[in-house]
């Protein structure tokens, strides 16, 4: 039989908690342990268990898996409990994606035929094709055993000679020629498959393992199922199985969105840090890939066409960003002050020539004569060299802008040279 492929690292470790909770239980007999185990500490292996899910295959894939799984869990007996817990322990639920969603299909966390359900992942059966759900309850896919036509999922599909479709589907490890023939609906090297084939983010080593028939392969060789319709290079994804290229690229550290990447460069609006080519144009001064654009006094015929998305279109050429605007340097800002976020601060307080630069104060400007260096013989009679030298760098900008702080009389000496006495 096929070996269950693994994921090149795990993709969720198990809780502390849990580990001792599988801990006890495979250390002492099961009638002991039941009398440890409460139903929190269950509750721990179902918040792993689901978050793993939410992991591999995304938040849509099992909408609502803890308040299913814990509220079975809680409803069942001691015994049920401790079973489960059991072979979650036996199965390594949380070894592989596979095993995570192979270890929702045992009792009391699936249900058995005529339960409500809301998705196959619900009722027992469903990894080895034996059950499924019809959208609002439990029932046998095509292929297995009935006595009445209500088992049957598909309604059209009467009980037929004892069976849903009128077929008797062939269980893991029975010779086959293709995949209908199988309960899993997978037929690999002549034999049934032991597990059904996987959703959009499985790990895969062929196309039939996944149950779109597409499986892609990442940059480190790893094979991931994906969507039919996944998205081309450039399109919006939130995980790694939302596109063909098995290659999602985070653009919003808050929403969690991004764009398909082929891996080896980073496309339009990805984020970047210069460490790694963008696809088509270069990392702007906000982080992110964007086409080469204009800088100030630069020609242009669009906002788009200006690195501040601020186009004069009356003369043609970029204009100076404002305050909170984006800028790379000083002569970008309308003001003059580009600060070290990388965003032009606000507008400027007025300066004052009250202070010498080794004392702290309102803002100093390159205009202040040079008598402000009375009692500082070791400071250079340009003064005004040295304030506009330090008010350059981006993480001085306040100094000429809002006060001459500490930071600022510390940049005498570490940039015009001169140690204040």
Excluded at 262 to 281: K, N, R, Y
């Amino acid at each position: 039989m096929l070996e269950t492929p693994r994921l090149s690292e795990p993709r969720k470790t198990l809780p502390a908690l849990l580990g001792l909770l599988v801990a006890v239980a495979l250390s002492i007999p099961i009638a002991s342990c039941v009398n440890l185990l409460s139903v929190d500490g269950y509750n721990a292996a179902t918040q792993a268990l689901c978050g793993q899910l939410d992991v591999c295959f995304s938040e849509r894939y099992y909408p609502g898996c803890r308040e299913t799984t814990e509220g079975r869990l809680a409803a069942a007996s001691e015994a049920a409990r401790a079973d489960w817990l059991a072979f979650f322990a036996d199965n390594k639920c949380l070894e592989t994606c596979v095993t995570s969603r192979i270890c929702l299909d045992e009792t009391p966390v699936c249900d058995a035929y005529e339960a409500g359900c809301g998705q196959p992942e619900q009722c027992c059966g469903f990894s080895a094709g034996t059950g499924s759900c019809d959208g609002t309850r439990c029932c046998k896919p095509d292929g297995i055993a009935c006595t009445t036509t209500a088992e049957c999922c598909n309604s059209d599909d009467n009980c037929i000679d004892g069976f849903c479709g009128g077929f008797e589907c062939k269980l893991a490890g029975l010779k086959c020629q293709d995949n209908f023939e199988c309960c899993t609906k997978v037929c690999f090297d002549g034999f049934c498959d032991d597990t059904t084939c996987g959703p959009p983010g499985s790990p895969c080593e062929r196309n039939a393992q996944c149950c779109s028939s597409s499986c892609v392969f990442g940059p480190g060789g790893a094979g991931f199922c994906v969507d039919p319709g996944c998205g081309v290079i450039g399109d919006r994804c939130q995980n790694d199985q939302d596109c063909c290229s098995a290659i999602c690229v985070t653009t919003d550290v808050t929403t969690g969105e991004g764009v398909c990447s082929t891996g080896e460069c980073l496309p339009p609006d990805a984020a970047c840090d210069g460490s790694v080519d963008c696809c088509d144009g270069e990392c702007s001064v906000e982080g992110f890939c964007r086409q080469v654009c204009s800088g100030r006094d630069e020609p242009c015929t669009t906002n788009e066409d200006c690195c501040n998305e601020t186009c004069n279109t009356l003369i043609g050429t970029c204009a100076c960003s404002p305050a909170n605007a984006f800028c790379a340097d000083n002569q970008d800002c309308c003001n003059g002050q580009c600060g070290p976020d990388g965003r032009c601060v606000e507008d400027c307080q007025p300066t004052a020539c009250s202070h010498s630069v080794c004392d702290t104060g309102p803002a100093l400007t390159e205009t202040c004569p040079c008598d402000i260096c009375a009692g500082n013989a070791n400071l250079p009679n340009a003064v005004n060299v040295c304030v506009s030298t330090i008010c350059q760098y981006p993480q001085y900008a306040h100094c000429c802008c809002d006060d001459w702080g500490l930071d600022c009389v510390e940049a005498v000496s570490l940039i015009c040279g001169t140690a204040c006495q």
